[in-house]
């Protein structure tokens, strides 16, 4: 395709050489050559970007893989999205297959919605649409003032599971915390195996008493009204870590949207062997397997962990040979490409249920 006669022209805002696999591959699925640009970081670490080529009326599509420094990937970002906005582009698209800060979509104790703010930064920056998968909460596409197409990796997933694992009809899908139950009986139901679900935690929850709400009042010598008893609320006590199911004999397979600490995992990992499962799958869309991971799902009872190249992991897999990866940059190059040419993004959510 002649990316001049194209209409639309795809970026990479990463300076990371390693951060640009996916770009490539998508850029290579469309048929179109990677847009000219470049993006570095300057002696005292600021982001600086140049736009090689015009693009003055273009739809353009900004491909951003989010690699362990995510506040540089952030700013990279945003100093493209306005550098393309100033430059008179039409339509600034982001294709950001992990969102970042996607965890932070809740407010907790005096903390902030640190999602949200990132929402309103990228749409101040020029960005007219968002194209991700698998967000940590879907609710977060109201943050949005623009579009945002929350794609899923689970047809990708499932299709591992079917050509890669052998006796996978033995298998039973598992729920690593109630939470993530409605995850797994999606991936149950369509696979038409069996679900267990983990209850209790191995770790404790972050603690509330460092934050003053449990101090008691002050006592002040008055005889005016001494305010309100409010009756005394229970603390939670989380029960022992068990498995509601039958794992005995079978081939387990934990899914979720994203792999970081993977404590969790691990400490799931030790019950399934308890209660006799022969071999343990981890399932995910984000890998980002940050500080020891490797080394410990090495050092684990997990036989493999399975995740997409939403995010760069090429080092964790040097570190890990358990770990494997699946490639969705066909649905990816699939969306912009319809996106671009105005066409309905329904086929790529046939099948897709609300709570994959």
């Given amino acids: 395709m002649n990316v001049a006669k194209s209409g639309y022209r795809v970026f990479s805002a990463n300076s990371s050489a390693a ?18 640009s470049v993006v570095f970081q300057e002696s005292n670490r600021e982001t600086r970007v140049d736009v090689k080529e015009s693009v003055r009326g273009q739809t353009i599509f900004i491909i951003q893989t989010i690699p362990r420094d995510v506040n540089t990937a952030i700013m990279e970002l945003l100093v493209m999205a306005y550098a393309l906005k100033t430059s008179c582009a039409k339509n600034i698209i982001g ?13 907790r104790k005096r903390g902030s919605i640190v999602c949200k703010l990132l929402a309103s930064m990228l749409a101040k920056a020029g960005l007219t649409h968002i194209i991700t998968m698998d967000l940590h909460q879907k609710e977060i596409q109201g943050f949005f003032s623009f579009p945002v197409d929350n794609l899923r990796a689970s047809p990708f997933l499932i ?32 696979l ?42 229970m603390a939670k006590e989380k029960p022992p870590i068990t498995v509601v199911g039958d794992v005995g004999g079978r081939i387990a397979i934990i899914v979720d949207d994203i792999i970081d600490d993977v404590g969790d995992f691990v400490a ?23 500080a020891d991971a490797p080394r410990l799902i090495e050092e684990s009872a997990i036989d493999e962990v399975v995740v997409t190249n939403t995010v760069p992991h090429e080092v964790q897999k040097l570190q890990c040979p358990k770990i494997k990866t699946v490639d969705v940059s066909m649905i990816l190059a699939e ?22």
Avoid: W
């Avoid at 294709?95 to 407010?107: E, G, H, L, R």
């Avoid at 009809?169 to 139901?189: F, G, L, M, T």
């Avoid at 969306?335 to 994959?356: C, K, P, Q, W």
């Fill in 95 to 107: 294709v950001i297959p992990y969102f970042p800060y996607s965890k932070q979509c809740k407010m």
């Fill in 268 to 290: 799931a990992a030790e019950i399934l062997k308890e209660r006799g499962a022969y071999k343990i799958y981890i399932m995910a869309t984000h890998g980002l397997l940050s």
């Fill in 159 to 190: 299709q591992y599971i079917q050509e890669e694992i052998p006796d996978y009809r033995n298998a039973i899908i598992v729920a690593k915390s109630p939470a993530a139950a409605k995850r797994a009986q999606s991936y149950a139901e369509r």
């Fill in 19 to 36: 951060c640009t696999e996916l770009a490539k591959k998508i850029t290579e699925r469309l048929g179109v050559e990677l847009g000219k």
């Fill in 192 to 233: 038409r195996l069996g679900l267990a679900v983990i209850h209790g935690e191995a770790q404790c929850s972050e603690s509330d008493m460092a934050d003053g709400r449990h101090s008691p009042p002050c006592v002040r010598n008055t005889t005016g009204h001494t305010g309100l008893e409010l009756p005394l609320m």
């Fill in 335 to 356: 969306a912009i490409r319809r996106i671009h040419n105005g066409e309905s993004m329904a086929y790529l959510f046939r099948n897709i249920t609300v709570d994959d």
